[in-house]
């Protein structure tokens, strides 16, 4: 038989793009501990230490408004990201490999999965900026313990907390995924090639300012951008991962 | 005529410098059960991978119920394929498994899962980290019968499986293809044991196909007599001969083709023993030792 087949592609109505789509959304949450269960035991652990800390200190008679201060440096908020960064990388080196054995589509599995990371942003970042607020409204839940209240947290409103957190859990998940689509697709020569551009990149970038002698200059314009203009140019980072991870996702392979 | 759901020409693979599939040809035609056969590392799996667009090949042509598979969501949610090597997203279980599988497998049939759940005594709320080598196997044969996706995949699905499982599969696959025929691709390297299962014998060897036959022809393709040497080299001097063994003035080898009615009396007149062939033993001679000795002569003469 030459020509190719006889039975030719039969579309079924009812299901949509969406729904293939969205049916990744789902396969990531079945399991519902690995996005929203772990990160808050994390945090959870975390602000238990940083309250039985502040317990410690105020008991011993050091005043509540300078215990509060001397957490301002604490990164107990920030310790779930390591954790989402490995989630991310999971996400493509196992959910990735098992949903194309279930017939998924690359594209269709990388834009679920970008949904998924999304929607984990929007929950870490709305719960974390409103645990600023309580934190402050608590004075530090009524023992002087910073948790939330910190590094450039709470001090120019809700809205501000809830987009740096936004972009900075968009950077982790998407990093974390998109790099893990390179080792997918071209597996340790493309790890290698990777890690030896980002060095040549920013060598060549430091080589250059300071050539320039362009680092007080580069210091006042991160100044002048604030913590909002920063954590736009991180936003920016992420949604480099994100389109790159999509191109390169296309041809990747299973392990 | 039944309709063809994947054909393959020329098709390759190859990684670096080492060839897993060497332009392949070969045509999948709709509801039979194929036997994808070879030793290990012959290039079954790679071949699998290809016909769901896991792999993309580096040369020749390959359609899908009608288009190339990978990337294709209408070619892709007509299959299933659990690698025998499958990768579960993290901390997963059989149960998460089964959860998600519907929204993958239009046709899926909770109730049958279950029921192989229960032949197969699967443990549903285990980590597949944490499961022997059948119990794997047994979730990749699981998902494969109760997706009764129209091509179906199983990749060793033997592995580790106990006697009873085995044939608990065996049972299965055939009941439920009677009520639901579909195209399934078979690869194993036990042959016996699925050897009355399968209608279509594809054999794989360093990635070339070395026989592409109907089951039921391949089963009585081959003859092995024995006798007295001299009557044996005799009788067979002119025949394709695929495997020789020898022992004193004893000597038994093995022929390609089938025997004719005079042919059988000739060779009961020089006191010869006729015996067939099993599907099994005619492989190991196809693909065994003497026939990779003799290619590896070729190459060095």
Same mark, same amino acid.
């Given at each position: 038989?030459?020509?190719?087949?006889?039975?030719? #592609?039969?579309?079924?109505?009812?299901?949509?793009?969406?729904?293939?789509?969205?049916?990744?959304?789902?396969?990531?949450?079945?399991? #519902?501990?690995?996005?929203?269960?772990?990160?808050?035991?994390?945090?959870?652990? %975390?602000?238990?230490?940083?309250?039985?800390?502040?317990?410690?200190?105020?008991?011993?008679?050091?005043?509540?408004?300078?215990?509060?201060?001397?957490?301002?440096?604490?990164?107990?908020?920030?310790?779930?990201?390591?954790?989402?960064?490995?989630?991310?990388?999971?996400?493509?080196?196992?959910?990735?490999?098992?949903?194309?054995?279930?017939?998924?589509?690359?594209?269709?599995?990388?834009?679920?999965?970008?949904?998924?990371?999304?929607?984990?942003?929007?929950?870490?970042?709305?719960?974390?900026?409103?645990?600023?607020?309580?934190?402050?409204?608590?004075?530090?839940?009524?023992?002087?313990?910073?948790?939330?209240?910190?590094?450039?947290?709470?001090?120019?409103?809700?809205?501000?907390?809830?987009?740096?957190?936004?972009?900075?859990?968009?950077?982790?998940?998407?990093?974390?995924?998109?790099?893990?689509?390179?080792?997918?697709?071209?597996?340790?020569?493309?790890?290698?090639?990777?890690?030896?551009?980002?060095?040549?990149?920013?060598?060549?970038?430091?080589? *250059?300012?300071?050539?320039?002698?362009?680092?007080?200059?580069?210091?006042?314009?991160? %100044?002048?951008?604030?913590?909002?203009?920063?954590?736009?140019?991180?936003?920016?980072?992420?949604?480099?991962? *994100?389109?790159?991870?999509?191109?390169?996702?296309?041809?990747?392979?299973?392990? | 005529?039944?309709?063809?759901?994947?054909?393959?020409?020329?098709?390759?693979?190859?990684?670096?410098?080492?060839?897993?599939?060497? /332009?392949?040809?070969?045509?999948?035609?709709?509801?039979?059960?194929?036997?994808?056969?070879?030793?290990?590392?012959?290039?079954?799996?790679?071949?699998?991978?290809?016909?769901?667009?896991?792999?993309?090949?580096?040369?020749?042509?390959?359609?899908?119920?009608?288009? /190339?598979?990978?990337?294709?969501?209408?070619?892709?949610?007509?299959?299933?394929?659990? *690698?025998?090597?499958?990768?579960? #997203?993290?901390?997963?279980? #059989?149960?998460?498994?089964?959860?998600?599988?519907?929204?993958?497998?239009?046709?899926?049939?909770? /109730?049958?899962?279950?029921?192989?759940?229960?032949?197969?005594?699967?443990?549903?709320?285990?980590?597949?980290?944490?499961?022997?080598?059948?119990?794997?196997?047994?979730?990749?044969?699981?998902?494969?019968?109760?997706?009764?996706?129209?091509?179906?995949?199983?990749?060793?699905?033997?592995?580790?499986?106990?006697?009873? %499982?085995?044939?608990?599969?065996?049972?299965?696959?055939?009941?439920?293809?009677?009520?639901?025929?579909?195209?399934?691709?078979?690869?194993?390297?036990?042959?016996?044991?699925?050897?009355?299962?399968?209608?279509?014998?594809?054999?794989?060897?360093?990635?070339?196909?070395?026989?592409?036959?109907?089951?039921?022809?391949?089963?009585?393709?081959?003859?092995?007599?024995?006798?007295?040497? *001299?009557?044996?080299?005799?009788?067979?001097?002119?025949?394709?001969?695929?495997?020789?063994?020898?022992?004193?003035?004893?000597?038994?080898?093995?022929?390609?083709?089938?025997?004719?009615?005079?042919?059988?009396?000739?060779?009961?007149?020089?006191?010869?023993?006729?015996?067939?062939?099993?599907?099994?033993?005619?492989?190991?001679?196809?693909?065994?030792?003497?026939?990779?000795?003799?290619?590896?002569?070729?190459?060095?003469?």
């Amino acid at each position: 038989m030459t020509t190719a087949t006889a039975t030719s #592609p039969v579309r079924t109505e009812g299901r949509s793009r969406l729904n293939e789509i969205w049916r990744i959304v789902r396969l990531h949450c079945v399991n #519902p501990s690995i996005f929203f269960g772990v990160p808050w035991i994390i945090l959870g652990g %975390a602000w238990a230490i940083t309250v039985v800390i502040a317990i410690i200190l105020t008991s011993a008679g050091a005043p509540v408004d300078q215990v509060l201060e001397g957490f301002r440096y604490s990164w107990a908020v920030l310790s779930p990201q390591w954790y989402l960064v490995a989630v991310g990388v999971q996400a493509i080196a196992f959910t990735f490999s098992f949903a194309l054995g279930f017939g998924t589509t690359r594209r269709d599995f990388w834009l679920g999965t970008s949904a998924m990371f999304m929607f984990v942003a929007v929950e870490m970042a709305a719960a974390i900026a409103t645990l600023v607020q309580i934190e402050k409204a608590t004075n530090g839940w009524w023992v002087g313990a910073g948790m939330f209240d910190t590094l450039w947290y709470g001090q120019e409103g809700w809205l501000v907390d809830f987009y740096t957190s936004f972009a900075l859990q968009m950077f982790v998940l998407f990093v974390g995924a998109g790099v893990t689509t390179i080792y997918m697709r071209w597996r340790m020569r493309g790890m290698l090639t990777l890690v030896a551009s980002v060095i040549v990149i920013l060598l060549g970038a430091i080589a *250059a300012i300071t050539a320039a002698d362009g680092w007080m200059g580069l210091w006042e314009w991160f %100044a002048s951008i604030g913590i909002v203009g920063g954590f736009t140019i991180v936003l920016g980072l992420a949604l480099v991962c *994100a389109v790159g991870g999509y191109l390169v996702i296309r041809r990747a392979t299973p392990r | 005529m039944t309709a063809t759901v994947a054909s393959a020409k020329g098709l390759t693979k190859r990684y670096g410098s080492f060839t897993a599939v060497d /332009a392949v040809d070969f045509t999948l035609e709709e509801n039979r059960i194929y036997g994808l056969l070879g030793r290990n590392g012959a290039g079954k799996t790679t071949i699998m991978q290809l016909l769901t667009g896991q792999l993309f090949p580096n040369a020749g042509e390959l359609e899908v119920f009608g288009r /190339a598979p990978a990337e294709h969501a209408d070619v892709l949610r007509r299959l299933c394929f659990i *690698a025998e090597s499958q990768r579960y #997203p993290e901390d997963f279980m #059989p149960a998460h498994v089964f959860k998600a599988a519907p929204w993958f497998f239009e046709n899926w049939d909770a /109730a049958f899962a279950e029921r192989l759940v229960a032949d197969f005594r699967l443990p549903l709320k285990r980590r597949i980290k944490k499961l022997s080598r059948g119990q794997l196997s047994a979730v990749g044969v699981i998902v494969g019968l109760a997706s009764r996706a129209p091509m179906t995949f199983f990749d060793e699905p033997y592995l580790g499986l106990d006697a009873v %499982a085995r044939h608990i599969f065996y049972d299965r696959l055939l009941e439920d293809y009677a009520e639901h025929p579909r195209t399934i691709v078979l690869s194993t390297h036990l042959i016996d044991e699925v050897a009355n299962l399968l209608e279509h014998v594809i054999l794989i060897d360093q990635g070339r196909i070395l026989l592409d036959r109907d089951a039921e022809e391949v089963r009585g393709s081959a003859t092995t007599v024995a006798g007295a040497r *001299a009557a044996v080299d005799a009788f067979t001097a002119d025949r394709p001969v695929i495997g020789r063994e020898g022992l004193g003035g004893l000597a038994s080898v093995t022929i390609d083709g089938r025997l004719d009615q005079a042919e059988r009396i000739r060779a009961a007149e020089l006191g010869l023993e006729l015996a067939p062939v099993s599907l099994q033993q005619l492989i190991v001679h196809l693909t065994g030792t003497d026939l990779a000795g003799s290619t590896e002569q070729e190459k060095a003469a």
